[in-house]
């Protein structure tokens, strides 16, 4: 079984920064499209930033030119550099990942979320 963890989240001013990060384990082939996604309270899920399986990058128009996504693919790890933050950048964000395992089991996967709140 293959697992995704975030790190990173937390309580942040606003203008302030944070990097996430989503590091997935397990019997890992291949490991595509991960990306980050985000629920706000109320809210449905929502796209931030994602890999396509071309390794181009989509942003979400509310966060273009202050987020930046990366990706460390020998460590099957991805960022999300968060810059300038605005109260309603306020959710729990999720990483995902479109998944090959070693048995040729495919899923897309999620994490379990991480809480970045921006507050003053």
């Known amino acids: 079984q293959v697992q995704l963890v975030e790190s990173g989240g937390g309580l942040v001013q606003p203008g302030g920064s944070l990097r996430l990060s989503c590091a997935a384990s397990?019997?890992?082939?291949?490991?595509?499209?991960m990306g980050w996604y985000r629920q706000a309270p109320g809210k449905e899920r929502e796209l931030v930033a994602t890999?396509?399986?071309?390794?181009?990058?989509n942003y979400a128009d509310s966060v273009r030119g202050r987020f930046t996504i990366s990706r460390d693919n020998a460590k099957n790890t991805v960022y999300l550099q968060m810059n300038s933050l605005k109260p309603e950048d306020t959710a729990v964000y999720y990483c995902?990942?479109?998944?090959?395992?070693?048995?040729?089991?495919?899923?897309?996967?999620w994490g379990q979320g991480t809480q970045v709140t921006v507050s003053s």
């Open positions: 397990g019997s890992i082939f291949s490991i595509n499209a």
């Open positions: 995902s990942a479109y998944i090959l395992e070693m048995s040729g089991k495919t899923y897309y996967d």
């Open positions: 890999f396509t399986s071309g390794g181009s990058t």
